[in-house]
């Protein structure tokens, strides 16, 4: 089987370096997909369905490819958490999630043209340590993960905020969960290792 044409189905910088760990060739492409949640939509349909839809649109758009759509929120205190923002908001999560756990979830879709290879979805909890403010002012200001749901970057000095991490993909926490891509690619017809 030939290997299509591979692209990711998001301008993310953080998905472009983890999908380019497997050393294949690809392409980033916009998906320009509404992510505002359905009213009284739950967390866990949310990131599926905005993972499923922005691997639906590019793949319309290149019908000859494989198309790699991802999504991944924060849920804390039944609420999802969106990216900060500003300094002050990342610093007000980061305060709030002191001491307590916050759920990941990542969603992941893969499409060889209108055909879905396959679905995952990744649930990674973080425990957070007892953040001082200090502590939080300082590494907000070391690190700027205004971009980041959940106010941190884990690949970074974020993992410094955490007790601990549980989950079966560590990659998925920034946002590409790797061993399900890996899995996904192999069944779209990809040589990996």
């Known amino acids: 089987m030939t290997e299509p044409r591979l692209i ?27 992510e505002t949640p359905l009213d009284g939509e739950a967390p866990l349909h949310l990131v599926q369905r905005l993972a499923a839809a922005k691997a639906a649109a590019v793949a319309r758009a ?11 929120l924060a849920e804390f205190d039944g609420r999802v958490l969106g990216k900060p923002g500003t300094p002050e908001r990342a610093i007000e999560q980061l305060r709030a999630m002191s001491g307590r756990e916050v759920t990941f979830l990542t969603a992941l879709c893969v499409m060889r043209g209108e055909h879905e290879v396959g ?3 990744d649930r990674t909890v973080v425990r957070f340590r007892t953040l001082s403010q200090a502590e939080v002012e300082r590494y907000v200001e070391a690190e700027q993960p205004l971009d ?5 970057k884990s ?6 905020l955490f007790d601990a991490i549980e989950t079966v993909d ?24």
């Open 8 to 34: 990711l189905a998001s301008t993310s910088r953080y998905r472009r370096e983890m999908l380019s760990r497997f050393g294949l060739p690809f392409d980033a492409v916009a998906p320009g997909v509404d």
């Open 62 to 72: 290149y019908p000859d490819a494989c198309v790699i759509g991802s999504d991944q």
């Open 119 to 121: 679905v995952a979805v």
């Open 148 to 152: 980041c749901a959940g106010s941190f």
């Open 155 to 160: 690949e970074g000095r974020g993992i410094t």
């Open 170 to 193: 560590p990659t998925a926490l920034i946002g590409l969960p790797l061993i399900a891509t890996a899995r996904l690619l192999r069944d779209a017809g990809f040589v990996l290792p």
